[in-house]
């Protein structure tokens, strides 16, 4: 379970919590709380990690003035939570994928109606005990509405606890119209409810159900309260969310966001783990660098990608000509003073003049044809690799750097 922060569409720090799955990830979904609830409670916590259980990254987060997030509450509104929504996608898009499937709880669930055509990733979108205005929410303080109209704002009780909710807040939820929103959803979308809810009624789900288009589906969650207290509850609405949506959301690590190097450390002065996709490697450091010789180095694993791809391209070319390439590609790495090397004239050197150079020495065997070899030796240096070292690369470095520490 990992912990950031991401800027809110107001300004304020907003906490968020990915729950990941033990495996390979399938999708990435994004859960938007309750009103006036906060991302811990327990119908959060039992739907994300269910959720994880089956495979999808989960993100979860409070929004503005909520739970850990940090800002005022008072100043926020249905829009506020739209946009804090789409801010988190987009965090998200920069770092472990945008998501593909949205889910909402209550008013959530109408804020994730709303957002999903500013998330362009989405294919699915879920809802549970959705209302279908964001007027509807009111009805937790109609007892102040008039107090909220003639004052400005007014300090109201929801669940027991104080919140101040100002006018501004209500003429924000008059100008929605989340069955809009479902009317004009792209994506496929999921109706879940209880019947016998009473704090937003089943006629709601029946009207986002009828004003959005197919793909649609509804599923009851028969005698369930509103806030899912129970576990079972929870744990049912997110089983059925995952196998639902893996009809419509492109599942698999190769449709997420390709991590393609991810390095951890593994103890010593420099000893890493090193994950290519699923493929684990242990990298680290001569004996005389300091290390412990446990791995190869860094630089050993740019010149095995240079050996590698440069036979892999001769392959491909020999395989169109119908050729046969019988053949060993070794690559060695050093640092040169770059007056020293004729090849490296074009080559930008380093404050002590030096340049890396990478000498690559390909020996055919007898099954390759002499009088192929020659051109198979031009098409090496064609490797995609091979062209990225000349032309140099843009590191892209994204982090986390301001997060809390992941839990």
Request: proline share 4%; hydrophobic share 40%; glycine share 8%.
């Amino acid at each position: 379970m990992e912990e950031l922060k991401v800027d809110g569409a107001l300004g304020a720090k907003l906490s968020v919590r990915i729950d990941r799955p033990e495996g390979e990830p399938v999708a990435v979904a994004l859960f938007a709380h309750c009103f006036t609830c906060n991302k811990d409670i327990f119908a959060s916590r039992a739907i994300s990690s269910q959720l994880a259980a089956e495979g999808i990254v989960c993100v979860r987060f409070d929004f503005t003035g909520l739970g850990s997030s940090e800002g005022e509450f008072a100043s926020t509104d249905f829009s506020s939570n739209v946009d804090d929504l789409v801010r988190v996608a987009d965090a998200l898009r920069e770092t472990i994928g945008a998501p593909q499937l949205l889910v909402g709880h209550s008013l959530g669930g109408a804020a994730v109606l709303v957002a999903a055509p500013r998330i362009p990733e989405v294919k699915a979108v879920a809802t549970i005990g959705a209302p279908a205005d964001a007027e509807h929410v009111t009805k937790n303080f109609e007892m102040d509405l008039s107090r909220i109209q003639s004052e400005g704002e007014a300090a109201v009780k929801i669940e027991g606890r104080p919140f101040t909710i100002r006018k501004s807040f209500l003429d924000d939820l008059e100008s929605q119209s989340v069955t809009r929103a479902a009317e004009e959803l792209k994506a496929a979308l999921l109706v879940m409810h209880a019947p016998r809810d009473e704090r937003v009624g089943i006629e709601n789900a029946t009207r986002i159900f009828l004003a959005a288009h197919h793909p649609k589906s509804f599923v009851s969650l028969d005698d369930a309260d509103h806030l899912l207290k129970r576990h079972e509850d929870g744990a049912y609405v997110a089983g059925v969310i995952a196998a639902w949506a893996a009809r419509y959301i492109e599942t698999g690590p190769a449709k997420m966001r390709r991590e393609s190097a991810v390095a951890r450390t593994a103890g010593g002065p420099f000893r890493t783990d090193v994950r290519v996709n699923e493929h684990p490697l242990r990298v680290d450091e001569p004996i005389e660098a300091g290390g412990e010789n446990t791995g190869p180095t860094p630089y050993d694993l740019l010149s095995s990608a240079l050996a590698a791809c440069s036979l892999m391209t001769m392959r491909l070319y020999a395989e169109r000509k119908g050729w046969t390439v019988d053949a060993t590609v070794s690559v060695d790495h050093g640092k040169v003073h770059k007056d020293d090397c004729a090849a490296c004239a074009d080559v930008e050197a380093g404050a002590d003049g030096r340049v890396d150079r990478f000498d690559r020495h390909i020996v055919f065997g007898p099954g390759t044809d002499p009088e192929h070899r020659t051109r198979l030796v031009e098409i090496a240096n064609r490797c995609p690799v091979h062209r990225t070292l000349e032309r140099g690369a843009g590191v892209v470095t994204t982090s986390n750097a301001s997060a809390a520490v992941a839990v």
